[in-house]
């Protein structure tokens, strides 16, 4: 049994602790929040034991085995420094941090102490990946030359919301568009070269954005992501000799097409229980099982990677967060 802790008594929180039902070598043992009232809440509706009102004694709770870090962006890199200094295994909500320079400090630290360290990129670890990697490995679409997507949904105007709000590190790129680098990611490996338009709404953040990735070899990556826009949530994988798309949802996937040039269409559905948190989660278990303190699933180096790409992305925009200098690659304060 692995007791699990969650640490941020937020939305995504009450998700991945229903998910974890499904998993019935995993236990929801603890939870830790700002606020005695949200922990308690939480805790009681999913039967976890343990509550905390502090971050800091929620991390040094030695019931605890693995720690999912539910915060807001920018308290990730505090969630997770916290965890990982009393030896908890981590698995972090995205974007991982708000920029690369906090990703590289958290990756350090968990190497430095060998104690597990994942990013929580959900869409890798979905039933339906492997058939996806399967038609890949045996070259069914021939030599993958472009990738595209997109992912916009339409938000309420909340200035102060999450989305919106540049203090609680808002916008489409770090809140959606990271899906589609992580998948470029995956795919395509680390752009070469990264061309990007945003559209600044009046909070500052970007609500929607443009981008383009050339990667070896020739290949590019064509996405875009938004806040304030509905778009249609598909991505395509494109080849010399057909393309594959995942469907939408594409970040928490059941459904992928392999259209050939000729010929007829094979659709794969993967349905799933509950509201899917549980894969990545089951993959986390696996890995501490074996003793493992980094997944090759969701590597850290990929991790950073990621984080690199996106201040690459949006350092023409002037986008800075709070406590960012003026380049995103500087040390924040
Ligand atoms: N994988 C997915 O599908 C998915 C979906 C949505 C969101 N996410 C990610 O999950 C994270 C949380 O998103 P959410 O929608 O659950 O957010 P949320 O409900 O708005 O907030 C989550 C928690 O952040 C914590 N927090 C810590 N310091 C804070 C501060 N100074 N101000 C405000 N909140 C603070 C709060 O925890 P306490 O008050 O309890 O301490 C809050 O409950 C984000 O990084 C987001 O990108 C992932």
């Known amino acids: ?42 805790a009681a509706e999913f039967g976890a034991l343990r509550c905390h009102a502090s971050y800091r004694t929620f991390a040094e709770d030695p019931e605890v085995d693995a720690v999912y870090v539910a915060t807001r962006h920018p308290w990730h890199r505090e969630a997770m420094t916290l965890c990982l200094r009393a030896g908890r295994a981590v698995l972090c909500e995205k974007p991982f941090t708000v920029n690369a320079v906090e990703a590289r400090d958290v990756v350090a630290l968990a190497r430095s102490r060998k104690v597990f360290l994942m990013e929580a990129m959900w869409t890798r670890f979905f039933p339906v990946m492997t058939p996806l990697a399967q038609w890949l490995a045996a070259g069914r679409i021939g030599e993958p030359r472009l990738f595209q997507g997109d992912f916009g949904f339409l938000n309420d105007w909340k200035p102060e919301g999450r989305h919106l709000n540049l203090a609680l590190g808002g916008g489409a790129l770090l809140d959606v568009g990271v899906y589609l ?107 501490l099982r074996e003793g493992r303190t980094e997944s090759s699933l969701m590597p850290l180096d990929e991790t950073i990677s990621i984080m690199e790409t996106l201040d690459a992305v949006r350092a023409p925009w002037g986008l800075r967060y709070p406590g960012e200098c003026a380049a995103p690659e500087a040390p924040c304060v």
């Open 1 to 42: 049994m692995i007791r699990w802790g969650i640490l941020g008594a937020g939305r995504i929180a009450r998700k991945f602790a229903a998910s974890l039902r499904e998993l019935p070598d995993a236990r929801l043992a603890a939870v830790g929040s700002r606020s005695a009232e949200r922990a308690q809440a939480l």
């Open 181 to 287: 680098v992580s998948l470029s990611s995956k795919f395509f490996g680390r752009p070469e070269s990264v061309v990007s338009q945003a559209a600044l709404g009046e909070t500052g953040v970007d609500e929607s954005c443009g981008m383009v990735f050339r990667h070896s070899g020739g290949r590019l990556s064509v996405l875009t992501a938004a806040i304030r826009t509905d778009t249609r949530k598909d991505v395509v994988l494109y080849g010399t000799a057909g393309r594959i798309e995942i469907h939408v949802p594409f970040w928490k996937p059941s459904a992928i097409t392999f259209t050939p040039l000729q010929g007829a269409a094979e659709r794969i559905e993967r349905p799933y229980p509950n509201f899917g948190y549980q894969f990545e989660a089951a993959h986390v278990m696996q890995c």
